[in-house]
Each structure stands twice: as structure tokens, then as C-alpha cells.
């Protein structure tokens, strides 16, 4: 079984940046590819940024690219997320999973193991 923590959300002003961290324990020798996802209020959970397991290959969703960067620590067994330019638009409780291999990186489906997420809050 695999465990995962995240940290590093909290409220920041449009324009601001963020960096949450992914920390990942137990069977972390199965690790493989990775992702974010978030989920706003009264929406559903949307896909935010893929990475594959060496960290060579990422995938972001369109209204992130650009903005955001998904990295990994293999050592460290942590995931990252830079997040710049924030917007209010991006306000949601942020996620970070474990990816079934050779599953769809953009379905939240495909994800097995999940953390307690972390908020995220941008302001006007």
C-alpha cells in the first residue's frame, strides 16, 4: 500500500505562485507515473498534470500549460507542483495520485492511490 501527503497549499493573490509537494511512503518502490488533479466546489474532480515515472514525460490540461510544473524527487519519493500565475479560476482542493500503468494519464479512473488533498485559495 501505498500513502500520500500533501502540503503547501494555502491563500495567495492572483498573480501569486505556489509550490505543493506530493510525499509519498509505504510500497513506494512501486511508484510509477503520477499526477494532480483538483476539485472545485460543486464540480467535478478535473485533471491538472501527469508525470511519468522517470520524470522524462509530463502532460498538463490546457488551462494550466504554461502556468504549472509537475517534477518529481524519485529519492526523495515526492511529487511536486509549481504553480505560477495563479487566478481565482484555479481556487480547488488539490490532489495528487498514483497512476495504473499503461491508463489514460487525463482520467481520475486510472488513479488508484489518492492523498487527503491540500486547498488552494486565490484571491481577486
Known amino acids: 500500500q501505498v500513502q500520500l501527503v500533501e502540503s503547501g497549499g494555502g491563500l495567495v493573490q492572483a498573480g501569486g505562485s505556489l509550490r505543493l509537494s506530493c510525499a509519498a511512503s509505504?510500497?513506494?518502490?512501486?511508484?510509477?507515473?503520477m499526477g494532480w488533479f483538483r476539485q472545485a466546489p460543486g464540480k467535478e474532480r478535473e485533471f491538472v498534470a501527469a508525470?511519468?515515472?522517470?520524470?522524462?514525460?509530463?502532460n498538463y490540461a490546457d488551462s494550466v500549460k504554461g502556468r504549472f510544473t509537475i517534477f518529481r524527487s524519485n529519492a526523495a519519493n515526492t511529487l511536486y507542483l509549481r504553480m505560477n500565475s495563479l487566478q481565482p479560476e484555479d481556487t480547488a482542493v488539490y490532489y495528487c495520485?498514483?497512476?495504473?500503468?499503461?491508463?489514460?494519464?487525463?482520467?481520475?479512473?486510472?488513479?488508484?492511490?489518492w492523498g487527503q488533498g491540500t486547498q488552494v485559495t486565490v484571491s481577486s
Open positions: 495520485a498514483t497512476r495504473r500503468w499503461g491508463a489514460s494519464y487525463y482520467s481520475p479512473a486510472s488513479y488508484d492511490h
Open positions: 509505504g510500497r513506494t518502490f512501486t511508484l510509477g507515473a
Open positions: 508525470i511519468s515515472s522517470s520524470g522524462e514525460s509530463t
